[in-house]
């Protein structure tokens, strides 16, 4: 018995029904969108063809469901939030260089296929832990109000701006990202950070830590160092003479030197904190 021809016919019925199941919609409007909301986001963009869409903003949409972004490969740039929103998948979206997901439920987020990603928004989530690693090209991180016990940063060597309080994290450490310009990490966890290769700080918010030690001596251009209410007992300024705003409450200082600031016009010590100008 030749048993070649029936199952010739099985393997195409088998490639039929696959290429069914994964229906390459030619325009969005037969595309079976499960969110109502999302799909309006999407037809507001007045384009026909899914293949030609390249930026959705539905930030203030409320999608809970957004399953047929996989329909949309050439997508630069998604914004997307929703009280219920609790997973995104961006596997078949290469091409995005700006993503922002905000005020959902998202506890993990998987952006190893987005190598172009320069802007990653991902605040106010129950994101615990994610990885940057395929992202070499990010230059703005924000990771606020997530559930983060640590970030590595060591393969973001363009990062210029980070934002990550309200997290858990216990420990920084910069050194792979000299182009850092702007970090926030108010209330975490944290006992260490790490900025001695960050030559262009300009901005360091690390207010409401335990912190007990901090070394800004690598930091020559910083202008604004908030402090307030960490576990130093002391903060040596005196290799930032550009700092023009220093706030050092709610630490266990006994002296303050700022002599070698001269442009210091905003510092906050407590009373008793013995201050040298």
């Given at each position: 018995?030749?048993?070649?021809?029936?199952?010739?016919?099985?393997?195409?019925?088998?490639?039929?029904?696959?290429?069914?199941?994964?229906?390459?919609?030619?325009?969005?409007?037969?595309?079976?969108?499960?969110?109502?909301?999302?799909?309006?986001?999407?037809?507001?963009?007045?384009?026909?063809?899914?293949?030609?869409?390249?930026?959705?903003?539905?930030?203030?949409?409320?999608?809970?469901?957004?399953?047929?972004?996989?329909?949309?490969?050439?997508?630069?740039?998604?914004?997307?939030?929703?009280?219920?929103?609790?997973?995104?998948?961006?596997?078949?979206?290469?091409?995005?260089?700006?993503?922002?997901?905000?005020?959902?439920?998202?506890?993990?987020?998987?952006?190893?296929?987005?190598?172009?990603?320069?802007?990653?928004?991902?605040?106010?989530?129950?994101?615990?832990?994610?990885?940057?690693?395929?992202?070499?090209?990010?230059?703005?991180?924000?990771?606020?109000?997530?559930?983060?016990?640590?970030?590595?940063?060591?393969?973001?060597?363009?990062?210029?701006?980070?934002?990550?309080?309200?997290?858990?994290?216990?420990?920084?450490?910069?050194?792979?990202?000299?182009?850092?310009?702007?970090?926030?990490?108010?209330?975490?966890?944290?006992?260490?950070?790490?900025?001695?290769?960050?030559?262009?700080?300009?901005?360091?918010?690390?207010?409401?830590?335990?912190?007990?030690?901090?070394?800004?001596?690598?930091?020559?251009?910083?202008?604004?160092?908030?402090?307030?209410?960490?576990?130093?007992?002391?903060?040596d300024v005196s290799h930032n003479p550009k700092l023009r705003a220093l706030w050092a409450t709610g630490n266990p200082l006994t002296e303050l030197d700022i002599s070698n600031n001269p442009s210091l016009s905003d510092y906050e010590a407590d009373e008793g904190v013995k201050v040298s100008e």
């Amino acid at each position: 018995m030749d048993y070649k021809q029936p199952l010739a016919m099985t393997l195409l019925a088998l490639a039929v029904s696959s290429s069914c199941f994964a229906a390459d919609y030619q325009n969005v409007n037969d595309i079976p969108f499960q969110d109502s909301n999302f799909k309006s986001c999407v037809l507001a963009q007045k384009l026909q063809d899914p293949a030609a869409i390249t930026k959705l903003v539905c930030r203030q949409a409320k999608v809970n469901n957004a399953d047929e972004l996989n329909h949309f490969p050439a997508l630069e740039v998604l914004w997307l939030s929703g009280p219920q929103l609790t997973q995104v998948d961006l596997s078949n979206n290469p091409k995005l260089s700006e993503l922002s997901i905000t005020k959902s439920k998202l506890s993990q987020l998987d952006v190893s296929k987005n190598t172009q990603l320069k802007e990653f928004n991902i605040s106010f989530n129950q994101i615990a832990n994610i990885d940057l690693s395929h992202n070499p090209k990010l230059t703005d991180i924000s990771v606020v109000g997530n559930q983060l016990t640590q970030l590595n940063l060591s393969q973001n060597p363009e990062l210029t701006y980070l934002w990550a309080k309200e997290n858990r994290l216990t420990s920084m450490d910069f050194s792979h990202n000299p182009a850092l310009i702007q970090v926030g990490l108010t209330s975490n966890q944290l006992t260490e950070v790490n900025v001695s290769k960050n030559s262009v700080l300009n901005s360091l918010a690390l207010m409401y830590n335990p912190l007990t030690q901090l070394d800004v001596s690598h930091n020559p251009k910083l202008t604004k160092l908030h402090l307030t209410d960490n576990r130093l007992t002391t903060i040596d300024v005196s290799h930032n003479p550009k700092l023009r705003a220093l706030w050092a409450t709610g630490n266990p200082l006994t002296e303050l030197d700022i002599s070698n600031n001269p442009s210091l016009s905003d510092y906050e010590a407590d009373e008793g904190v013995k201050v040298s100008e």
